[in-house]
């Protein structure tokens, strides 16, 4: 059977797109679904919920401070115009700044060699305009400094869907980052890792279940809608990511043991399939990677996938249902909608069984 983009939407009240997380992190509900059934849960359960040798692998990047208000001065007969800048990916760097692919706002009024002012010593200037409404900009800092700037200057790029119900809050600095998040480059969070606590990842390590460490740096392509009917025709935006040798080293060996790998976030699971080879074996991964897995796809890697609630007809819905089973998925969203789980980045989490 053919699948279409239709066949993964679903209807879901607005009241369930959580504004704010659970507090504590892991107070959060968690709903388990897996061959046996659907069962409710908290993410606290976690422990209980796991095998003593299971490994878990979590994504450790860290979301930058990536949204930028500027000002394009007046010049060439214009006047100034008030800019919102999204940083998206970094693109390269030269002698005097970085290079990073952004969405400006408003886009249209911008043209190549215009210079947007963000603050004093922090500067960008348009070097080209893409078709997808994109552009380029190369700042007037690169490296650390840059990095210092935009935790000056910048704010954290919450979700559209987030950002419609609300403004950015001081504490989003906090809350849209994970107690683990070490390697700065995403402009988007790994938003499963935003549920654990010290005190979970304590009990994990406590009942003996591994963890080991990759990085994706999530770009905010995860929340561009499939547009089209056919949903295979979707160009996924790439993400670089890194798996260290260590790391691939200790998911083989959990694996070659028999022992589970549980996933944390679809990011994780996306880079992990990208650096299995048809064996299985988890291979040391340093690039960018554009994977897009849907239905039909044959996993190689994680037994378990903790994941949140995702957006109707979205590539991660995609994902989940590839994982699990789009008849499962069905139900288990259907029950978590009835029962008023919190869905999107803020929101509660699932731990999937895979299904083959």
């Known amino acids: 059977m053919t699948l279409r983009l239709g066949d993964f939407d679903f209807d879901l009240p607005p009241r369930l797109v959580a504004r704010h997380p659970a507090s504590p992190r892991d107070s959060a509900r968690l709903l388990r679904v897996s061959a046996a059934g659907i069962e409710d849960r ?9 095998r003593p040798g299971d490994l878990m692998v979590f994504n450790d990047t860290k979301v930058i401070p990536a949204q930028l208000a500027g ?12 800019v ?12 005097t700044g970085g290079h990073w692919q952004a969405l400006a706002k408003p886009g249209r009024r911008l043209k190549p060699g215009d210079r947007i002012d963000f603050a004093p010593g922090l500067s960008a200037k348009v070097l080209s305009k893409g078709d997808g409404g994109e552009i380029a900009l190369a700042f007037s800092l690169s490296g650390q400094a840059l990095a210092d700037a935009l935790r000056l200057h910048g704010a954290m790029p919450l979700p559209p869907y987030i950002r419609k119900l609300r403004p ?12 683990y998040a070490s390697k700065d480059g995403a402009v988007a969070a790994p938003t499963a890792g935003l549920h654990f606590t010290p005190e979970l990842l304590a009990a994990l390590d406590a009942r003996g279940i591994g963890r080991v460490h990759l990085t994706l740096h999530v770009g905010a392509g995860t929340f561009l809608p499939v547009k ?15 798996i260290g040798d260590g790391a691939a080293t200790a998911i083989n060996r959990a694996k070659a043991e028999g022992r589970r790998l549980i996933a944390v976030g679809t990011t994780t699971l ?22 897009f897995i849907t239905p039909g796809y044959g996993f190689r890697t994680a037994d378990l996938l903790m994941t949140n609630f995702h957006l109707p007809k979205s590539t991660l819905f995609m994902l989940v249902a590839a994982f699990a089973g789009l008849e499962r998925m069905r139900q288990a969203y259907a029950h978590a ?6 869905f999107f980045s803020y929101g509660d989490a699932s731990l999937l069984e895979r299904a083959s």
């Open 337 to 342: 909608i009835a029962e008023g789980y919190r």
């Open 270 to 291: 996306r880079l992990l399939e990208s650096a299995a080879g048809e064996d299985g074996r988890v291979r040391p991964f340093k690039g960018e990677t554009d994977i």
């Open 168 to 179: 950015v809050e001081g504490r989003d600095a906090v809350d849209y980052q994970t107690v």
């Open 42 to 50: 908290l993410v606290r359960d976690l422990p209980t919920m796991l």
């Open 84 to 95: 919102e800048v999204t940083l998206l990916k970094e693109i390269g760097l030269n002698e």
């Open 228 to 242: 089209s009917e056919r949903f295979d025709e979707h160009r996924m935006h790439g993400e670089w990511g890194e």
């Open 71 to 82: 000002m394009r001065p007046a010049g060439d007969g214009r006047g100034d115009v008030a």
